[in-house]
């Protein structure tokens, strides 16, 4: 100092004072000015950090994932906080513009934070919605399975909207409802039940969309973008404040060399004020270091300039290469394939690295939320927050949620007094009683009173004392029915030990119950079942029988017991018979079938047997049992059948069949003796009116009558057929003289003609009589009827009441039988033909177990073509083979349709023609069909007509098998017409008999319909036959069928055949409608 005295005046160096002066001045101000700059660099950093978390929190509670506020709420206050201090820190840099941008940025904050009052509001009322609209469903269980189950599918992508919504989730929920809301509820409360369910989704739907419009509102104000413009702002304003000190150091610069030591100092002024700048660095990087997201900044260059060690752990795989200065694709290439990124709504996002909030699933398991925002440099900002542990609750949650509610156990949870909070659907299911139901209530409730109070007690003070308590209780369901269920009890601690609630896991045990008490029953049916039960050894030596055994043979137990069965052998049987009965046990394991046996006193009787091999472990067979019946009165039943399929229930007389097989044999006859037949084709005229006027039991009679005085004007050796109806035809042999056939024709005609007088009435009819010759007129049988039957529609044509030979000219018919055929081929071409469908239905249970496939022909100029005239063309024409596929194949695909629709019980019967046997048709080509329809064979049943039974019975016993092979069913349409007998349903592989509708239609008043139905019903019971009766049109006929064993039923009573539409919605019909059709 004294060396600056020296050198200056004391005007120099008071000038020099003054200018130090007001350099230490300018040097204090400025240190203030640094000192607030820093304290608000720092409070905006932490701005920044809280609106992002706030972003975080919304973002959390949109998605479901944050159900409790108070981070929110604690986050909310020290944003207020930190506000009063940015706001005075702002004043005292007094920056009107600054100022200014901070208030709009305030004013878009306080937008927010309003808005997220609302959202947590909105949020609330969703999840409650969601809560709530399980238990409104479950009471449409009751209402309608199907319809529950679609509102469980509804409300399943409903959740899964609530979690991740789109806009095209809400389009297919929207429209789902839609669907639902045209379902048609016929009561009143459970449409009342069902308007509610709907009434919530729409309101949860509607919620949630405002949860997204608030959250779009939310993410709409630019409070981001206001900060960036504030921290511009302030950054400029630091800008400009330090170009003033640089200025000011500049123009105070010609002091340093004169004021060394003020130079000194302004220096020194500088390094602390570098140092307060280092420490806001540093301070800086310890908050980003303790932050508990990863954190990460990159210039514009791409190259790390900040992150923190949580950074490192997020992404270890990283580990050497984050370091500062490297670049970020350098990062994202040795990342590779380990993360994949998603949107919040779970949408796949294919930019490595997009801008904006996202999900990141690494390749270890971890879920982050990933933030990622450009700098004011072009830098980027890297936040990620690890939400690995909320998103494997959630999964948790969802999986202990499917465990309890798909449990095969019973599960319910009662509070420590016993009042039960909780039940899954399996207690429901077994207990009769819904959620809502018992919640709430004590246990008590399904008590059936088998336990005392005092085996109460101690259950409750093992439970108490902490114990797991296991037993069985006998409860009583909620409709009263008492069933057996093992359980088994604990106590649930909270985190401090002590016990909260209980837990029960119960199973049922009625069936476990009932399998006890059916081995008891089935040693009680041994020994009392009318079927007599013989069990050999591996042997073949009794080791013991039922008593049946001995009241059929006469053996008492003591007598068989280590002799063989031979010692019941009739000796009717040869030795091939015995030997394929054992290659079938043998090698099938079961064989049964027709047998004669010998009784103890000599008697042979016949008995329908079957032998079973009994297989251990390894399969092989160690023991054999035989049930077997004696089916002497079958034998007579049979008989009866026989003789019903063969002649007119009605008259008396042959009926078409025998019929056929006397003209065949009169063929034959009279082309070894060379002699003529005639065939008379007779149909009564003004029939049909007397039915309809006077009544089918008239009607009835009268054909009697008719039958009666047609057999006086013929010989014995002549036969008189009925066909059916009003239609007779007579065989005439060793016909020389056609003058003796017209007169039998005209003898006919005068007795039809005659009064007729029935309940004191007078009827009159008349009988229009067609006549062929054979050979003159054709060579067989279906020729010689059919020239026939032209004969006599000619003599219609001629005025009825008189007789017609058949001539050349009648040919006419056969060319319109032609062209009809040329149609049919046509119809084919342009899909004329159509399959309707007609139900089976299981009256004793009120359900459709299948549907026959029937084709129609709409002709367009003659309308509906009646199928008994277009189909035997077909056949005549071989035109059945390609309809006949093509009814297969379209009625297999439809099936599959209503299979697919939710009705995978149904099954499907398809006429099968003899004819297309002879035409091709191949099981292979049916497995093709059922493979491409995606069908089990055995969902379809081939329906055949007994005549096939009749016709080359070798070939078509190959041909039946052959589908059998495949698992597809057979049945016999119109069982009783034709030659049924058990010989027949033995050797073809049969499943199903159909009683023909010409036995029901007069049931139950008939009696000797009434004897063959219980007979037919009988037999099929013997041989394990299915049945089903056609033609059902009264409730009377339902009801005998049913009481007399017979439940499964098709005719008019249910259902008309209709179309596949048609069909389609008469399935979803309430059985309860049954009849009414």
Not at 495 to 513: L, N, P, S
Not at 608 to 634: N, T
Not at 699 to 724: N, Y
Request: aromatic residues 8%.
């Amino acid at each position: 100092m004294s060396m600056l005295k020296q050198m200056y005046s004391k005007r120099s160096i008071l000038l020099v004072s003054l200018c130090i002066a007001l350099i230490l001045l300018l040097v204090v101000y400025w240190d203030d000015k640094s000192e607030n700059y820093a304290e608000l660099s720092h409070n905006l950093l932490q701005l920044k950090e809280m609106d992002a978390r706030l972003d975080r929190d919304v973002l959390k509670i949109t998605s479901f994932l944050l159900n409790q506020y108070d981070p929110l709420v604690r986050t909310t206050n020290r944003l207020r906080d930190l506000r009063q201090r940015i706001v005075a820190k702002v004043t005292e840099v007094d920056d009107r513009v600054l100022s200014s941008l901070t208030d709009r940025y305030w004013q878009g904050m306080d937008e927010k934070l309003a808005i997220i009052e609302k959202i947590k509001f909105q949020a609330a009322v969703v999840r409650n919605g969601i809560h709530y609209l399980p238990i409104v469903a479950r009471e449409l269980k009751s209402v309608d399975p199907m319809v529950y189950q679609d509102v469980l599918e509804l409300l399943n992508s409903l959740l899964a909207y609530d979690l991740f919504y789109t806009d095209s989730q809400l389009d297919d929920i929207v429209s789902t409802l839609k669907q639902l809301k045209s379902y048609e509820i016929v009561s009143a409360e459970n449409k009342q039940k069902f308007d509610q369910v709907l009434f919530h989704i729409d309101s949860n739907i509607v919620d949630l969309t405002n949860l997204g419009a608030l959250k779009t509102r939310y993410l709409a104000v630019p409070s981001q973008e206001y900060f960036e413009h504030v921290h511009s702002r302030y950054e400029q304003n630091r800008v400009d404040e330090t170009s003033k000190k640089r200025r000011l150091i500049m123009a105070l610069s010609v002091f340093v060399i004169v004021l060394l030591l003020s130079l000194w100092q302004l220096i020194r002024r500088l390094q602390n004020a570098n140092h307060e700048v280092s420490r806001a660095w540093y301070r800086l990087h310890d908050a980003v270091e303790n932050l508990s997201e990863a954190f990460a900044l990159f210039d514009a260059e791409g190259r790390l300039v900040l992150h923190n060690r949580r950074f490192g752990e997020f992404y270890s795989w990283l580990k050497g290469w984050i370091k500062e200065g490297v670049n970020i694709d350098a990062l994202q290439s040795v990342t590779g394939n380990r993360i994949k990124n998603l949107s919040l709504e779970g949408e796949s996002i294919v930019e490595s690295m997009p801008m904006g909030q996202y999900l990141e699933q690494i390749d270890n398991g971890a879920w982050y939320l990933a933030s990622n925002s450009y700098t004011n440099e072009g830098g980027i900002v890297c936040v990620r927050s690890d939400v690995t542990e909320s998103k494997q609750a959630e999964v948790d949650l969802r999986k202990l949620g499917r465990v309890l509610e798909q449990s095969p156990a019973s599960v319910m949870i009662t509070d420590i007094n016993g009042i039960i909070e909780y039940v899954n659907p399996r207690f429901e299911k077994v207990s009769g009683y819904s959620a809502e139901e018992v919640v709430g209530k004590n246990p008590r409730i399904l008590k059936s009173g088998d336990k005392t109070k005092e085996e109460y007690k101690a259950m409750w003070d093992s439970l108490l004392a902490g114990r797991e308590w296991r037993g069985i209780f006998h409860n009583k369901r909620k409709d009263g029915s008492i069933y057996w269920e093992s359980a088994s009890i604990s106590p649930l601690r909270d985190d401090r030990g002590q016990i909260t609630h209980f837990i029960a896991v119960k199973e049922d045990v009625t069936a476990q119950k009932r399998a006890e008490d059916q081995l008891r029953m089935n040693a009680t049916v041994f020994d009392t079942t009318q079927e007599g039960i013989m069990v050999t050894d591996a042997d073949n030596l009794i080791k013991t029988v039922n008593p049946s055994f001995t009241r059929i043979t006469g053996y008492s137990s003591e007598e068989v017991i280590g002799q063989s069965p031979s010692i019941l052998s009739s000796g009717r049987h040869d030795d091939g018979f015995y030997e394929e009965l054992w290659d079938s046990v043998l090698h099938k394991r079961y064989w049964s079938g027709e047998i004669w046996n010998r009784r103890k006193d000599g008697s042979v009787y016949p008995e329908w047997l079957s032998i079973a091999a009994i297989p251990d472990e390894q399969g092989i067979a160690k023991e054999y049992v035989a049930v077997f019946s004696d089916i002497s009165k079958h034998k007579e039943n049979e008989e009866q059948i026989l003789y019903q399929a063969n002649y007119d229930a009605l008259t008396g007389l042959p009926n078409r069949s025998l019929f056929s097989d006397r003209l065949d044999q009169a063929i034959g006859s009279a082309l070894r003796e060379q002699w003529k037949l005639a065939i008379l084709f007779v149909d009564l005229d003004q029939f049909k009116m007397v039915n309809d006027t006077f009544g089918h039991v008239m009607g009835d009679e009268l054909l009697q009558l008719v039958a009666k005085r047609i057999s006086d004007c013929v010989r014995e050796s002549d036969t008189i057929a009925r066909f059916g109806g009003d239609e007779f035809v007579i065989l005439l042999q060793d016909v020389s003289d056609m003058d003796a056939v017209a007169h039998i024709a005209t003898k006919v005609i005068d007795k039809i003609t005659k009064v007729f007088t029935l309940y004191e009435r007078e009827i009159f009819i008349g009988a229009s009589v067609g006549i062929t010759i054979f050979p003159d007129d054709a060579m067989n049988a279906d020729s010689l009827l059919r020239n026939a039957d032209m004969a006599m529609y000619q003599a219609k044509d001629r005025g009825r009441n008189n007789y017609q030979f058949f001539t050349a000219s009648m040919q006419k018919r056969t060319l319109e039988r032609q062209q009809l055929e040329l149609d049919l081929r046509l119809a084919v071409q342009r899909s004329e033909l159509e399959i309707y469908y007609q139900p089976v239905v299981d009256a004793e249970f009120e359900k459709i177990v299948s549907v026959e496939a029937l084709l129609r022909w709409n002709h367009p100029h003659r309308g509906i073509v009646n199928p008994g005239v277009f189909i035997p063309l077909a056949e005549d024409s071989g035109l059945i083979g390609p309809i006949g596929e093509w009814v297969l194949q379209g009625a297999c695909e439809q099936l599959n349709r209503w299979h697919n629709s939710g009705h995978s019980d149904l099954r499907l019967a398809v006429n099968l023609s003899s004819r297309q046997r002879e035409l091709g048709l191949e099981a292979g080509y049916l497995q093709q069909i059922l493979q491409e329809s995606n069908l089990d064979p055995d969902m379809l049943s081939l329906e055949i007509t007994e005549s096939l039974l009749l016709r080359d019975t070798e070939e078509a016993i190959t041909w039946l098998s052959s589908f059998k092979t495949l698992g597809v069913n057979l049945s016999i349409d119109d069982f009783g017409t034709g030659y049924s007998s058990l010989s027949y349903l033995k050797r073809f592989p049969v499943d199903i008999l159909k009683i023909d509708r010409s036995f029901v239609s007069d049931l139950p008043e008939n009696t000797g319909d009434v004897k063959l139905v219980k007979t037919i019903v009988a037999m099929a019971d013997s041989l394990n036959l299915g049945l089903i009766a056609e033609g059902v049109e009264t409730k009377a006929q339902a009801d005998f069928l049913v009481q007399n064993g017979c439940s499964n039923l098709q005719g008019y009573y249910y259902a008309r055949p209709m179309s596949a539409a048609d069909m389609s919605a008469w399935l979803q019909r309430d059985m309860r409608s049954t009849g009414t059709t």
